[in-house]
């Protein structure tokens, strides 16, 4: 059967039994309805198996290596955690004289972009203790595994550019507070870029590891809110300053 009978078929369940004028062609208005239909629904059609059509698009997956956990923590938790960090010590995102529009604090180990090396830092403050037990649970690790954290507060209009992390740290996870972010994620393909997104809710926690981290970069496009989080990383074993 042709597409465009499928289709109609489909579409407009009046179509075989229109009004019809006494000549047997089919009235007017019932025409300007069918043509109607056929706009607004065509985009919807064409492309599309006859399955499809049957159900919305389903998203499509992301990465092997991402993971996503909505509600990892209590709203109260966010709320302490929130207090805790706007106390701390909070400076710019200094790269290579350049400051970006976020705060960070780094601990166990910072990164040197001058010296390209990860340093050690000062130790995790204790009421970080419970949420790296919850991160690593989530992550199949043990909670001391997890050696780098890093605190960043993102001001409204603030965001962060395509990166990978850097090499001297292996897996990732991300504890997002406040507000949601789009977390995007892109590959180099032959045609351009290949992309995925996931909206982060605050409370909720993702992990980086295997493809995603190693394969594909990420970023956070600018937002309206401010927005904190809290990133976990466990360290490549061989890539740490002595
Ligand atoms: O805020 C986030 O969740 C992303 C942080 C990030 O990509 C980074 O610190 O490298």
Same mark, same amino acid.
């Given at each position: 059967?042709?597409?465009?009978?499928?289709?109609?078929?489909?579409?407009?369940?009046?179509?075989?039994?229109?009004?019809?004028?006494?000549?047997?062609?089919?009235?007017r208005?019932?025409a300007?309805?069918?043509?109607?239909?056929?706009e607004?629904?065509a !985009?919807?059609?064409?492309?599309?198996?006859s399955?499809?059509? #049957?159900?919305?698009?389903?998203?499509?997956?992301?990465?092997?290596?991402?993971?996503y956990?909505?509600?990892?923590?209590? !709203?109260?938790?966010?709320?302490?955690?929130?207090?805790?960090?706007? *106390?701390?010590?909070?400076?710019?995102?200094?790269?290579?004289?350049?400051?970006?529009?976020?705060?960070?604090?780094?601990?166990?180990?910072?990164?040197?972009?001058?010296?390209?090396?990860?340093?050690?830092?000062?130790?995790?403050?204790?009421? #970080?203790?419970?949420?790296?037990?919850? %991160?690593?649970?989530?992550?199949?690790?043990?909670?001391?595994?997890? =050696?780098? =954290?890093?605190?960043?507060?993102?001001?409204?209009?603030?965001?962060i550019?395509?990166?990978?992390?850097?090499?001297?740290?292996?897996?990732?996870?991300?504890?997002?507070?406040?507000? !949601?972010?789009?977390?995007?994620? *892109?590959?180099?393909?032959?045609?351009?870029?290949?992309?995925?997104?996931?909206? %982060?809710?605050?409370?909720?926690?993702?992990?980086?590891?295997?493809? =995603?981290?190693?394969?594909?970069?990420?970023?956070?496009?600018?937002?309206?809110?401010?927005?904190?989080?809290?990133?976990?990383?466990? #360290?490549?074993?061989?890539?740490?300053?002595?």
């Open positions: 059967m042709p597409a465009a009978l499928i289709f109609k078929r489909q579409f407009l369940p009046n179509y075989c039994d229109g009004h019809r004028n006494r000549d047997g062609s089919r009235a208005f019932q300007a309805r069918e043509r109607l239909l056929l607004q629904a !985009p919807y059609f064409w492309g599309m198996s399955q499809e059509t #049957l159900f919305p698009e389903a998203a499509p997956a992301m990465p092997d290596g991402f993971r956990q909505p509600a990892l923590i209590s !709203p109260q938790e966010e709320r302490d955690l929130i207090e805790h960090l706007s *106390r701390l010590p909070l400076k710019p995102f200094a790269f290579h004289g350049y400051q970006g529009n976020r705060n960070v604090k780094a601990f166990g180990y910072r990164y040197d972009y001058a010296r390209r090396r990860a340093e050690p830092a000062g130790d995790m403050p204790d009421f #970080l203790v419970p949420l790296r037990r919850r %991160i690593a649970q989530f992550a199949g690790r043990a909670p001391d595994d997890f =050696v780098q =954290v890093l605190a960043t507060e993102y001001p409204a209009g603030a965001g550019g395509w990166h990978r992390d850097k090499p001297q740290f292996e897996e990732v996870v991300g504890v997002s507070l406040l507000s !949601p972010a789009n977390f995007r994620l *892109r590959k180099k393909v032959v045609a351009g870029w290949q992309r995925r997104s996931q909206r %982060i809710e605050p409370r909720s926690a993702y992990l980086l590891s295997g493809i =995603v981290r190693h394969d594909w970069e990420h970023s956070i496009p600018p937002q309206a809110a401010p927005r904190y989080s809290i990133t976990f990383r466990t #360290l490549a074993a061989s890539k740490v300053a002595p």
